[in-house]
């Protein structure tokens, strides 16, 4: 299996334009999580989905991000407009339900907003 | 609330040496605990987990941790350090049904030779 897959690896945009991370879950995992990791703040669940529906979204920041996941192979977080404190590595990761719990992550997206 | 914590930042330790990565907890309820490595510019990668049973669980790259319910603690261990095994470890804790895990601020290792 190719893991979780994360595009882009690497974004650097200016403050204000909209950003849109993407993720492919494990091929049957049903559940799909996003976090950001920043220095200061650590490793924080922004959302996630079960069954392609979002299940717990008090993560979310504010009202600038939003998640959706179309079907059970894709997800997007999307930031609009971005911030300069945005500026973070975003995880995706994904899980089988039935197990006891492993999380898969894929390698993260850089966002740096200038 | 549920929460995880690793008090020390960073450990270091010489090649060869035991290490130890220290992690407690506070959930209310039976916890099922994790420990996860992360590489530099890598995703966190899944070492072991404690759900039930035996209080010492083994896992890859011949890593252990050992659960204690009276300290509410959950050490990382490694009988022999690698300069390899340098890297960012992170415990983490969920309740009931794993769709929501508390992660630990993360204790960076170093090994040196």
């Known amino acids: 299996d190719a893991g979780v897959i994360q595009s882009p690896r690497h974004e650097v945009t200016e403050m204000g334009q909209e950003v849109t991370l993407r993720c492919k879950p494990i091929?049957?995992?049903?559940?799909l999580f996003w976090y950001r990791q920043t220095m200061m703040r650590g490793l924080e669940l922004l959302i996630y989905?079960?069954?392609?529906?979002?299940?717990?979204d008090s993560g979310m920041p504010e009202d600038r991000f939003s998640a959706k996941m179309p079907n059970a192979s894709f997800s997007t977080l999307k930031i609009q407009p971005s911030e300069p404190r945005d500026s973070a590595v975003y995880f995706c990761?994904?899980?089988?339900?039935?197990?006891?719990?492993?999380?898969?992550f894929g390698e993260g997206s850089r966002l740096t907003v200038l | 609330a549920q929460s995880v914590a690793q008090p020390e930042d960073q450990v270091n330790v010489a090649e060869g040496n035991p290490l130890t990565v220290k992690c407690t907890y506070s959930?209310?309820?039976?916890?099922?605990l994790f420990w996860y490595v992360q590489y530099p510019n890598r995703g966190l990668q899944f070492l072991l987990k404690?759900?039930?049973?035996?209080?010492l669980v083994k896992g890859s790259y011949g890593f252990e941790a050992e659960f204690n319910k009276s300290q509410t603690s959950f050490h990382l261990k490694k009988p022999s350090a690698l300069v390899s095994d340098s890297a960012l470890y992170f415990c983490?804790?969920?309740?009931?049904?794993?769709?929501?895990?508390?992660f630990g601020s993360g204790t960076k290792l170093n090994v040196k030779p």
């Open positions: 990761a994904s899980s089988f339900g039935r197990s006891t719990g492993e999380l898969f």
């Open positions: 091929s049957g995992h049903d559940y």
């Open positions: 989905f079960n069954n392609n529906v979002p299940i717990d």
């Open positions: 959930v209310s309820g039976n916890p099922y």
């Open positions: 404690y759900i039930t049973g035996d209080n």
């Open positions: 983490a804790v969920s309740v009931y049904n794993f769709n929501k895990f508390y």
